[in-house]
């Protein structure tokens, strides 16, 4: 995940990228996307954890996730973004989120909104949540469509209006694929309409119910377009509103040539990419499963280094940052690509592209959904190229 904005000027995230740039300083894990259920009430088709109404077996006690709280607070960690399946859905989600607050880390949820009332909506800014993440995929019918459940748009259209009413951020969150390209700029409008402060705009993942589903990725030519799109909109002065994207790294350094090619001084931005990629993965991003699995990425259920439940978060945190020192291949490469360490392409892809799941997966394979020509690889930004 890359904020655009937030990364290269000032921005909605610049706060919580700057903690994660101190944590990583000192060793402790940056961020923490914590699965607290893998159960969710819809069925979006595109679901790489392909989440249902089943709880896992050995998904973490309501102890158990009490005491991991107390650890996170030991640890460090600056923000946890509280997901699923659908947290909401957890019936201890409330003690949940109210430990957090109370253990002075910042709480962030992503939730499909289903669950979120007026009242809700207040309860949550009452218990210290200041940003929601939530997921539209374009208009009425095709929403409702996708995620296989009637009324899901009216319920998110009405929760991100409760949420605005008391002050709680939303950013929407959406796939890009072959059916949602088509409705990707009105919808960059309504989240603007809608008084959201970012789009997090993700790559498709073709795991879960996705799986084998490659022909519904968009082309290299559509993400050009988009991202020539959000350089215009860093180019205005006037607007502050933000994009993130995910699951695609290369589209950064595709960012920050359109940038340069319009004047703009992206120093701070090429900065920071000295110490966090564009791909988390190894950067002391950490995510944990319902079950309790250290994963390098929220994307890749399958992909741990070990159980939360048996290692330390130091441990966990030193395993992630192993990854970190590993040298990407192929087009990835340092010697095929200037930006390969700012980069380092998408991990994930790599991983299950080669294997991962089945026993195989190598995870520094090379990223075949890099938008960049070979041109391009070769071309530094002011200097641009960091070795290992």
């Not at 705009?201 to 050009?224: F, H, K, N, P, Y």
């Not at 390098?296 to 940052?321: K, M």
């Not at 592209?353 to 075949?368: F, H, P, S, V, Y």
């Amino acid at each position: 995940m890359a904020h655009v904005r937030s990364l290269f000027f000032e921005g909605a995230a610049s706060e919580s990228e700057s903690k994660a740039q101190e944590a990583k300083r000192l060793g402790r894990p940056s961020s923490l996307i914590w699965n607290i259920t893998n159960r969710c009430n819809l069925l979006c088709e595109h679901c790489y954890m392909a989440a249902d109404g089943h709880i896992k077996p050995d998904q973490l006690t309501d102890e158990q996730a009490y005491e991991m709280i107390d650890r996170v607070a030991e640890a460090g960690i600056p923000v946890v973004f509280l997901s699923g399946g659908e947290p909401m859905m957890r019936p201890n989600f409330w003690e949940i989120l109210k430990r957090i607050n109370a253990a002075g880390v910042r709480p962030t949820i992503s939730t499909n909104c289903t669950y979120v009332t007026a009242e809700s909506a207040r309860r949550l800014a009452d218990n210290g949540v200041r940003f929601i993440a939530t997921s539209l995929y374009g208009p009425r019918e095709y929403h409702d469509k996708l995620t296989r459940v009637p009324g899901t748009y009216d319920k998110v259209v009405g929760a991100i209006k409760n949420l605005r009413a008391v002050g709680v951020k939303v950013v929407i969150k959406t796939a890009l694929t072959r059916e949602t390209y088509p409705y990707i700029y009105d919808l960059i409008a309504q989240a603007k309409e809608l008084d959201c402060s970012m789009i997090y705009i993700c790559d498709l993942i073709t795991s879960g119910r996705s799986a084998g589903e490659e022909a519904m990725r968009v082309t290299d030519e559509q993400w050009r377009e988009l991202c020539d799109f959000v350089v215009e909109e860093m180019a205005d002065p006037d607007n502050s509103f933000e994009y993130d994207i995910g699951a695609i790294p290369s589209t950064i350094p595709y960012i920050a040539q359109g940038l340069t090619a319009r004047g703009l001084d992206i120093t701070k931005g090429l900065e920071r990419l000295k110490i966090f990629s564009a791909c988390p993965v190894g950067q002391g991003h950490m995510t944990i499963n319902s079950e309790g699995g250290v994963m390098p990425c929220q994307f890749a259920q399958d992909w741990t280094v070990g159980n939360i439940h048996e290692i330390s978060f130091a441990e966990a945190t030193a395993r992630l940052y192993e990854l970190d020192s590993a040298v990407p291949e192929g087009i990835c490469a340092p010697e095929a690509c200037v930006y390969s360490r700012i980069c380092r392409g998408c991990r994930v892809k790599a991983w299950q592209r080669t294997g991962g799941g089945l026993g195989g997966g190598n995870a520094m394979a090379e990223d075949t959904s890099c938008i960049l020509d070979a041109r391009e690889r070769g071309t530094s930004i002011h200097g641009c190229t960091y070795n290992y």
